[in-house]
């Protein structure tokens, strides 16, 4: 195996951390880009494309047992245009090239392992090989030396082979959707039905064996029980984010959730802890707690945003980290997991007991001889159970984190991302109203500021921000979560210029990504600069983050409210048309458009909050509840009158002598003013 300082290739001029980690292997690795991509034409190489990501635990493996065997770089220096991309930074080709891999084996993942011709087209690949052929895996090496062969003998069978594959990918992702122009009322309850026969009532979530949490799913079931108090709902939703919460996918130490469990019972995670994921997972446990009121929830949520502000933020410019790996000196959970001496090592000998009673430690582990603390119920059950408090665990906590310190922590993918910035900027506002915490607002404040100061030149958003360097323009999911996020804090500070941003991001999108003859949105702008990036498609399904898509038809819908715009309605009722038939299918993979469509089957209410300061008693009581379908406006009197412009059905909204005076509205029409809050939630339907 080489030594980080025997080789250095092209990937050394890069800034972004995927790259450098393989900037050192011997495998003569290029970025994407204009030189690679003329040298294998020039050469008429074959391209071998590798797409992974900085936390990638299987990408780590591929690394240590292939990219840095001397042996296989030498076959891919001689034979091959070695090619790396962060799927995170480029998320357009990663999704290009994941399609390619599924139409090829039937089944995705990282890394992305693909030859291409010279022109791109992808006629093999694969997702992880092991170096030499074992337990039924083709090795990498005799893959590599077979498709040269084949290259050299088989030159046009190959080329052949790969624009037939690659007019597979092409038409499976720009396929027109067929829209009848309807907006159906049983798309909703067919995917609850859907839901519900996936769905795990015992340790909750969805499956029986490897569990994502799929936040925008529970996001989704949230609303609907709210609207129709479906027993089976709470009683799922429960059981999900307590199984979710006493798992070994939380850390109890510092919070955060892993990315996935590998097991039925949320015990054993993958480690990796990921941005969107925990800011996805924060929003569905304030929500929780404002629906159910149960501590549990609100103490979970509020350490997931507190993981998000020790932990992934930068201290000086406000911006997220993207990730934290699974691995650790090379062995992954190793930071995470423990010995039984361990405890006996960090705390007095009856503490130590009862933290290893609470968390079920034992001798043998759960996790290659080693322990993923986990609980049997919920915490503050547990405590009680044992004879402890909060103040106990407390200290706890504080003496293990302090010894957890003194170990090599796992890789930070130091990436910002627009787009998962966003997610945790809306998790932060929310959190701030939910929590009252003003930390959290001033956070998201921050790293809304740091995407306009640093993510955004002449106008146009940018995807990444890494060491200084800006890089790549941004893609739908960049502008509709961003625009969420200043919806977000305009809800949680009612300062308009977030309102205004809002808006303008409204017609930035639709010049760049706009297409008006179906009125959804393309993933990529028209000025994308990449002349190799040769489809562009319009996504609508919901994968680990939501899409682009889904986010701009619930955006479009609260500011049609707020601006009193119906062509901005008609322009989310187009994004549904569009999506309609996958809508009424496939419509479980859908839950984040299916939210916007929950929006216009349950019309909001208008709620104007008129009172001598901000927030106020009323505001503060009104935050706490679960209201998805309540737009909530307050301001002084002042403040009011000084916004009608912008928001044209704040004219007339006067504070009653001496009190706070809330309105309720429907479609602008507004009943009387009321200044007692029991009338006030009696009127709202609480």
């Known amino acids: 195996m080489a030594s980080e300082s025997s080789f250095t290739n092209q990937l050394i001029y890069e800034k972004n951390p995927y790259l450098l980690q393989h900037a050192h292997n011997p495998v003569n690795w290029y970025p994407w880009g204009h030189e690679a991509l003329a040298k294998a034409q020039s050469e008429f190489k074959v391209i071998f494309l590798s797409i992974g990501y900085s936390t990638c635990h299987w990408c780590h493996v591929m690394e240590k047992e292939s990219f840095e065997n001397e042996t296989i770089a030498r076959i891919l220096n001689e034979f091959y245009i070695a090619i790396k991309i962060d799927r995170e930074e480029r998320p357009d080709l990663d999704q290009i090239y994941m399609n390619a891999v599924m139409l090829l084996t039937g089944q995705g993942g990282w890394p992305i392992s693909l030859w291409l011709t010279p022109d791109l087209t992808p006629f093999w690949g694969g997702t992880y090989f092991p170096p030499e052929t074992r337990y039924g895996r083709t090795g990498f090496k005799e893959l590599l030396l077979g498709i040269h062969k084949s290259w050299m003998n088989h030159r046009n069978e190959l080329i052949q082979s790969g624009m037939t594959i690659f007019n597979q990918v092409r038409e499976s992702l720009s396929k027109p959707q067929i829209s009848s122009g309807k907006i159906d009322v049983a798309w909703e309850t067919q995917v609850v039905e859907t839901l519900k026969k996936e769905a795990d009532f015992i340790y909750g979530g969805f499956g029986y064996s490897i569990k994502f949490p799929q936040p925008t799913r529970i996001s989704f079931l949230l609303r609907f029980y709210q609207k129709n108090k479906d027993a089976w709902i709470l009683t799922w939703l429960n059981q999900t984010l307590n199984q979710m919460a006493e798992g070994g996918i939380y850390d109890h130490l510092e919070g955060g959730f892993s990315r996935y469990s590998t097991d039925r019972y949320w015990q054993i995670p993958h480690f990796e802890k990921m941005l969107y994921d925990n800011a996805l997972l924060a929003q569905v446990y304030l929500e929780g707690f404002q629906l159910t009121q149960n501590s549990e929830y609100r103490r979970v949520a509020s350490e997931i945003l507190d993981y998000l502000l020790n932990k992934l933020r930068d201290p000086t410019l406000g911006g997220f980290f993207s990730a934290e790996d699974a691995d650790s000196e090379g062995v992954e959970g190793k930071f995470y997991t423990w010995n039984l001496d361990d405890f006996y090592n960090e705390l007095n000998p009856e503490d130590a007991q009862k933290w290893i009673e609470l968390f079920n430690v034992t001798p043998s582990g759960n996790f290659d001889g080693k322990n993923v603390l986990f609980l049997k119920s919920p915490l503050f059950q547990q405590l009680q159970k044992i004879n402890k408090d909060w103040k106990w665990f407390e200290q706890c ?42 930390k959290y607002l001033e956070a998201a404040r921050s790293a809304s500021d740091f995407i306009l100061n640093y993510l955004k030149k002449d106008n146009r958003l940018y995807a990444s921000y890494c060491q200084g360097s800006v890089k790549t323009k941004a893609f739908i999911d960049d502008y509709a979560f961003f625009q969420k996020s200043q919806l977000d804090l305009f809800e949680s500070t009612f300062e308009i210029q977030y309102l205004k941003e809002a808006v303008f991001l409204k017609h930035e999108m639709d010049h760049l990504f706009g297409d008006a003859s179906t009125g959804a949105f393309y993933f990529t702008g028209i000025d994308q600069e990449d002349p190799h990036l040769l489809i562009r498609w319009k996504e609508g399904w919901d994968q680990a983050i939501p899409s682009g898509n889904s986010i701009a ?121 009321m200044t007692d809050l029991n009338e006030v939630f009696k009127e709202i339907g609480d």
């Open 397 to 438: 906590r504080t003496d293990l984190i302090r010894a957890r310190a003194k170990r090599i922590r796992p890789r930070l993918d130091y990436k910002i991302l627009t787009a998962w910035n966003s997610l945790a900027i809306s998790a932060l506002a929310i959190g701030y109203r939910v929590l009252g915490d003003r």
């Open 553 to 673: 038809a619930l955006n479009l819908y609260r500011l049609s409210v707020w601006c009193a715009q119906d062509d901005f309605r008609k322009q989310a009722d187009h994004i549904l048309e569009y999506f309609q038939d996958s809508l009424a299918t496939q419509g479980e993979h859908f839950t984040q458009m299916l939210q916007a469509y929950q929006w216009i089957s349950s019309p909001p209410s208008e709620v104007v909050v008129v009172a001598s300061m901000v927030p106020s008693a009323i505001l503060q009581a009104l935050w706490k509840k679960f209201m998805p379908y309540q737009m909530i406006f307050s301001g002084t009197p002042e403040v009011i009158q000084t916004i009608t412009n912008d928001i044209p059905w704040m004219e007339g909204k006067h504070q009653m002598v001496g009190k706070d005076t809330v309105y309720i509205c429907q479609n602008y029409h507004c009943q009387k003013p």
